[in-house]
C-alpha cells in the first residue's frame, strides 16, 4: 500500500489541531456556561476518549487497514460533526449543576454532557491512532530488517 506521507502529515496536523481547538472551547465554554470546576473534567474526557479508541483498535486491529484514506476521511469527519453536534446539544439542553440531587434529569443530563464530549476525542484518536499503525509497521519492518 502506498501512502502519500505530505498528504498523511497534513491531514494529522489538521486532526491534532481540530482536537486542541476542541478540547480548548470546550473549556472556555463550560467554564464560562456551568462551572469553572467543570472544566478540568474535559482532560480526563479527552483522554477518556483517546484511550478507548485505542481500546477498539487493540480488540480490532484492522481498522483502517484496508480504506486507510477512507477510514481517516471517515473518523474526521465524524469528530468534526460530532463535536459541533455536542455543542448544539450544550445550547439546546443546559445543566445546571446545583439542581443534580432535586432532579434526576440534570443527573441524566450530566451523564449526556460527558458521553458527548467523549464521542468527538474518541474518533479523533481513532484517526491519529489509525495513520501510529503505519508507522509501527515500517518501525517493525525496519527493526527486523536490521537484525
Same mark, same amino acid.
Given at each position: 500500500?502506498?501512502?502519500?506521507?505530505?498528504?498523511?502529515?497534513?491531514?494529522?496536523? @489538521?486532526? +491534532?489541531?481540530? &482536537?486542541?481547538?476542541?478540547?480548548? !472551547? #470546550?473549556?472556555?465554554? *463550560?467554564? %464560562?456556561?456551568?462551572?469553572?470546576?467543570?472544566?478540568?473534567?474535559?482532560?480526563?474526557?479527552?483522554?477518556?476518549?483517546?484511550?478507548?479508541?485505542?481500546?477498539?483498535?487493540?480488540?480490532?486491529?484492522?481498522?483502517?487497514?484496508?480504506?486507510?484514506?477512507?477510514?481517516?476521511?471517515?473518523?474526521? @469527519?465524524? +469528530?468534526?460533526? &460530532?463535536?459541533?453536534?455536542?455543542? !448544539? #446539544?450544550?445550547?439546546? *439542553?443546559? %445543566?445546571?449543576?446545583?439542581?443534580?440531587?432535586?432532579?434526576?434529569?440534570?443527573?441524566?443530563?450530566?451523564?449526556?454532557?460527558?458521553?458527548?464530549?467523549?464521542?468527538?476525542?474518541?474518533?479523533?484518536?481513532?484517526?491519529?491512532?489509525?495513520?501510529?499503525?503505519?508507522?509501527?509497521?515500517?518501525?517493525?519492518? +525496519?527493526?527486523?530488517?536490521?537484525?
Amino acid at each position: 500500500m502506498q501512502v502519500p506521507y505530505p498528504r498523511l502529515f497534513r491531514g494529522i496536523w @489538521l486532526i +491534532a489541531l481540530a &482536537t486542541l481547538l476542541y478540547e480548548i !472551547a #470546550l473549556i472556555r465554554i *463550560l467554564s %464560562f456556561t456551568i462551572w469553572y470546576h467543570f472544566a478540568y473534567v474535559v482532560i480526563s474526557t479527552a483522554l477518556l476518549g483517546f484511550g478507548a479508541s485505542g481500546a477498539v483498535l487493540a480488540v480490532r486491529p484492522k481498522i483502517g487497514s484496508a480504506d486507510l484514506q477512507g477510514t481517516l476521511y471517515r473518523t474526521s @469527519l465524524t +469528530a468534526g460533526l &460530532t463535536g459541533a453536534g455536542f455543542f !448544539a #446539544l450544550m445550547l439546546t *439542553l443546559p %445543566f445546571d449543576p446545583m439542581r443534580i440531587l432535586e432532579n434526576p434529569r440534570d443527573m441524566v443530563l450530566l451523564v449526556v454532557y460527558e458521553v458527548g464530549a467523549t464521542v468527538p476525542f474518541f474518533f479523533s484518536g481513532l484517526s491519529v491512532a489509525c495513520t501510529s499503525g503505519i508507522w509501527w509497521g515500517l518501525a517493525s519492518a +525496519a527493526h527486523w530488517q536490521c537484525r
